[in-house]
């Protein structure tokens, strides 16, 4: 992108985000106005100084009054901070002319016409005036204008004025009350300084912006970390389970071969409880075993006996067995003939006693 180019697109970015504060600034002094709509504080003169006029017009017994270090006492001097201020003024100290009929096309020039006649109008020098206009048309069906001058001497409310404008109010006004007949008239003297309130919000929002900014980079920042850190466990925890697994694989295997076995014995105990049972009733009493070997559906006894011929007849009689077959030869002792004598278990049988 050409440099001209750039230029130009930080040049615009900078008017946005400048409109974009001045819009907030004023949402704020909007806000704050509405917020802290406060009614003003009315000074009434009373000897040489000034007391407070509360509502229902009942006046203070307080007198505020201007000396070397400023408006004393200073305790009610500090309730005037912040606030609009109207002074109270004598119907002598303000003058009130009427200009007109004027033309209607003659409005954007009405403060220039009264400029050139305030000397006339008033006992005072024009550079020491404080001057209010109002312009009304003369009548519902008339557009003519007629125009009000209201006007006071500076230098006449200077101490006072001074003193009060120390204080940091909002606005400070001239009043003269109602009067006659005519309405009440407030001459401005001075306000707060607009410029220097809106520079003053517009420095908070940027920080205040700034530091939200930071703040949201910070936590995306720890965010991202916390869930690189988050995935580095899982992975570990991974890791460690997979080696858990492979460590007790062969002690699975064997627990799965434990239950086959056990699974086994499960369907022949049964069959050799009833071998057993069987073989208990027909073996014939002068028969003595000495090994008994019982699985996989067959029966191998070993023993000595007096006589083979009774102990293979009872065997075949007993219903419980078959396939009588001597496994080994038959050995001739004292006590008898030693046998080898292997069956099959038959799982329908039972004992013949």
Known sequence: MPRRAEGTMVTSLSEAWRWWIDGLVDAVLLVEARVRRVRPVRLAPRGDGHVVVHRGGRRGRRVLRVGAEGLAPARL?????GRAIEVEVGADEVVVRRLGPLPPESRPYVDGIVAHQLER???WLAADLIVRN????VG???PRLTVTVAAASRAMQARLCGALDALGPKEIRLVRPASGGEAEIALPVAAADLAAER??????LRFGLAGLALAAAIGAWSWSTAIGDLDGETAELEERLEGY???????????ASDRERIAALSRETPMAVIALDTLSAALPDEAHLSQL???RGRLRMTGVTRDIAALTTAM???GGFAEPVFSAPTVRLAQGDRFTLDLRVATGGGAKR
């Open 77 to 81: 001097a500090r309730t005037l901070k």
């Open 121 to 123: 109008m008033t006992p």
């Open 134 to 137: 109002r312009i009304e048309p």
């Open 140 to 142: 519902p069906d008339d």
């Open 199 to 204: 520079a003053r919000i517009g420095r908070t």
């Open 245 to 255: 697994q492979r460590r007790l694989a062969p002690a699975r295997d064997a627990a």
């Open 293 to 295: 070997q019982i699985g």
């Open 316 to 318: 075949e009689g007993a």
